[in-house]
């Protein structure tokens, strides 16, 4: 026998009912290792639900809530297990506040002013009457302390709420009847919701609250009178002009509606901080893409109303638009005194307005009436 040989043959080799042992027991060590890691992956997501004051797919509203989910989804990569629900499929729209204020759900997506009846205050984290438009509102929420008043009202009812999404000035509405003056708007029923609806009270119309996917049927029908929307784009889905002629504009209740993300506070302040800052992120970036949306969309769709279905553009008056303003300083008056922070915010609101508004003057306004004027737009 060789030298090799006998070094082979000395050699301890495990026997095979060793080898198949210790296989056995590495193979136990990595079952317990991949089922301990099962829960942790599990643990480690965030089911979020979402409900909402919109129709399911209804385009730029709907749709921008339904992106913000699903954005969401994809900045966590899976990791936010997102359900989305639109107005009916889980609570009526109205109901959506109270759900997540509960806690019966983890966010919603709406315009505030819808709770107005909870606090006069919310009127002004949406768009009040003559108040700001989108660049006004994104300025004074980030930067003018609107963002701490928000959060002030938000608290009190145990949330706490982001920018996430805007429709930008308004559309004064949709009427079957001239309006020539404040007076032809007496008796009339009038869907319109937030301060924009007590002015109209003011003056002698008699406004309707109504989720979106109601009001044609109530146009129709002749339960209202007349409506506000949204904007040329959405108003054409939604078929008004089958119902009225007359297309007024520019709308004085919202010049720049503020769409929010409404979370339960308890459930967003029990997360990381930097799940904290990916809801904001994405709700701030959905701020930016609707309203990018609807700025493009808009003007083809208002020329269809007209070349296409016949409305009539109609503006309003001066002095109905002075009528307008007077009769927003009296709800004002009633908003202030209804409490200290009403007070705070409108005083705030006001400075934002005359300061970024004046800047807003000489630079958008006056740019694009120039480059209009110029060009011959």
């Not at 339904?66 to 994809?74: C, G, Y």
Request: hydrophobic share 40%; aromatic share 12%.
């Amino acid at each position: 026998m060789s030298k090799k040989d006998k070094t082979l043959k000395g050699t301890k080799t495990p026997s095979r009912r060793k080898f198949f042992k210790v296989a056995a027991a590495t193979g136990v060590a990595a079952v317990a290792a991949s089922t301990l890691a099962a829960p942790a992956v599990a643990a480690d997501r965030v089911e979020v639900a979402i409900v909402t004051t919109w129709p399911r797919d209804f385009p730029g509203l709907g749709t921008g809530a339904q992106r913000f989910a699903k954005r969401l989804m994809d900045m966590s990569d899976g990791r936010f297990q997102v359900k989305y629900f639109a107005s009916g499929e889980r609570v009526k729209a109205f109901d959506s506040f109270d759900e997540v204020a509960s806690g019966n759900a983890q966010m919603y997506h709406a315009a505030d002013y819808y709770w107005v009846g909870k606090d006069k205050t919310w009127g002004y984290f949406t768009a009040v009457p003559f108040g700001l438009t989108y660049t006004e509102v994104n300025a004074w929420i980030r930067f003018g302390g609107g963002q701490q008043l928000w959060d002030e009202l938000a608290g009190k009812f145990g949330l706490k709420n982001f920018l996430c999404g805007n429709t930008g000035v308004q559309m004064g509405g949709w009427f079957n009847k001239k309006i020539n003056s404040a007076k032809d708007l007496k008796g009339l029923k009038m869907r319109i919701p937030g301060l924009g609806g007590q002015v109209m009270a003011k003056l002698g119309a008699s406004p309707v609250s109504l989720p979106g996917g109601q009001i044609y049927e109530n146009l129709v029908s002749g339960a209202i009178d007349a409506t506000e929307w949204v904007g040329p784009w959405n108003d054409e889905i939604m078929k008004f002009h089958e119902a009225a002629k007359y297309y007024y504009y520019p709308g004085m209740h919202e010049p720049g509606s503020l769409l929010a993300c409404g979370c339960n506070k308890s459930w967003l302040t029990s997360l990381s901080k930097s799940d904290q800052l990916m809801i904001e992120a994405a709700a701030s970036m959905e701020n930016d893409v609707m309203m990018s949306e609807y700025n493009a969309k808009n003007g083809a769709a208002l020329s269809r109303l007209i070349n296409d279905h016949g409305v009539k553009l109609m503006k309003f008056n001066d002095k109905t638009y002075d009528a307008f303003a007077g009769a927003a300083e009296e709800v004002f008056a009633e908003v202030v005194a209804s409490s200290d922070l009403a007070a705070r915010t409108h005083k705030s609101m006001t400075k934002a307005r005359k300061d970024i508004g004046g800047w807003a003057k000489l630079s958008d306004q006056a740019y694009v009436a120039q480059r209009n004027r110029a060009l011959g737009v």
